[in-house]
C-alpha cells in the first residue's frame, strides 16, 4: 500500500507540475513583467501572513503547498465544468459562478482541518484556517488570471492603505468599486472555519460564524462581478450600486479579515500559551538557534533546518492538542508515538528536551480550554 501511495504522490505532483508550467508559459506569452506583476502582491502578503502566524500555526509548508495546489487544479478545474453547464449569461456570473467558487473552495480548507483534528492528537488552530484559506484562493486566482493572461492587481498604492497589506485588491475607479479577491474572500472563510473549531465545545452554535462569511463572500463577490461587468457595458444597475455600498464598496471584506486574523491569532496564542505555561517540555526555538539551523543550511548541511521547519508546527499541534484536552483521551501508543516524533526532531536540532514519562510529556497539562 504504501508503494501505491508513493506512485500516486509522484503521479499526483507531476501532473501539478505540468499545470503550473503551462501556466507560467501562458503568463509569459505576455512578457515576464505580467508574472511578476500578477505574483508578486500575493507573495507579499502571504510572507506577512507566515511572519504574523509564525508562533501560532500548526500546518507546514507541505500543507501549505497542497492547499495552493487544491485552489489551482481541483478548485479551478471543477469550477470551470461546472461553469460551463450554465453556458454564459449575467445570472451565471452573478449566481452561480460566485456560490459554486467559493463553495469549492470553502470545502477543501474544512476538510484540511477536520482531517488534522481526526488523524491524530494534535490540533489545528485558527491561524491554520486564515493561511489555508488565503493558498487555496491564491491557486484559483494564478490558474485564472493565467488563463486570462490577465493583471488584476492595483499594488501597493493602488487603495492606500489597504492595499499596503494587501495588493492584490482591484480598483474600478469608474465605479468607486475595489474587488477583493479570491485570496481574501477565502481567507476570511478560513479563518472563520478555524474559529468556530477551536469555539466548538464551548459554543456549538458558534458554526453560524463560517456560514456568515460565507454569505457574505458570495453576496460581495457575486456583486463585485456584476458592477466589474456592468462598467465595462456602461449599464451599471442601480440596485447593485445600492447593494454594493452596503459591502463599503467591496473594502468590508478587506476589513473583516484584518479583524478575523487579528482574533485568530489571538485565540491560538492564547490556548498555546496556557498549555506551555502547564509543562513546557519541547521548548521552541529562540531566534538565534532558527538562525544557527539556517547558517548550517547555507554550509551545506541542511538537516537542522529541516528538523526545525517540521518541530516547530509538531510542538504547537500537540500543545494544541493538550489544551484541547485530546492528548489526554488518547491511547497510550498514540501518546508515546507523538512524543517519540517531537523526540527525534529535538535530537537532530540540538535541543534539550525534558521528557520523564513518554505517556505524560508535559506534565499537568490537563485543564481542556474550549
Known sequence: MSQIRRIALWAGLGLALLVLLANVGIFLSGGFGLLVSNT????YTLILLL??????????????????????LF????????????????????????????????????????MAIRSGI???GASDGLVLGYLVGWGLTFHEDATAEALRVSGLGGVAPWS?????????????????????????????????????ARWPRV???????????????????????????????????????????GLLVVAAVLIAAAAAIMVDRRVLMAAVESGDTFPDLTLRQRLGCLQEALSGHPAALVAASAYRPLR????????????????PEDQRTAVRGLIALSIQIGLPFKVADEEQPVAGATETIQ
Open 207 to 249: 458554526v453560524i460564524l463560517p456560514i456568515t462569511a460565507l454569505i457574505v463572500v458570495i453576496i460581495d463577490h457575486g456583486l463585485a462581478n456584476e458592477i466589474f461587468t456592468a462598467t465595462r457595458l456602461d449599464v451599471v444597475a442601480g440596485w447593485a450600486q445600492a447593494a454594493y455600498s452596503v459591502l463599503g464598496r
Open 40 to 43: 508578486a502582491p500575493y507573495v
Open 316 to 331: 504547537r499541534a500537540l500543545y494544541m492538542g493538550v489544551a484541547k484536552g485530546r492528548f489526554d483521551g488518547a491511547s
Open 164 to 200: 499596503w497589506l494587501f495588493p492584490m485588491i482591484d480598483a474600478d475607479p469608474g465605479a468607486s468599486a475595489y474587488v477583493s479577491g479570491h485570496a481574501l474572500w477565502t481567507a476570511l472563510v478560513g479563518a472563520a472555519i478555524g474559529l468556530a473549531m477551536m469555539w466548538r
Open 75 to 114: 478548485c479551478y478545474g471543477t469550477a470551470l465544468l461546472i461553469g460551463d453547464l450554465f453556458g454564459g449569461s449575467g445570472i451565471k456570473d452573478t449566481v452561480w459562478a460566485p456560490l459554486i467558487e467559493e463553495l469549492l473552495k470553502a470545502g477543501p480548507v474544512a476538510a484540511v482541518l477536520w
Open 51 to 72: 511572519i504574523v502566524t509564525s508562533n501560532t500555526r500548526t500546518v507546514g509548508a507541505p500543507t501549505l503547498l497542497l492547499a495552493w495546489l487544491i485552489g489551482a
Open 122 to 124: 494534535g490540533h489545528p
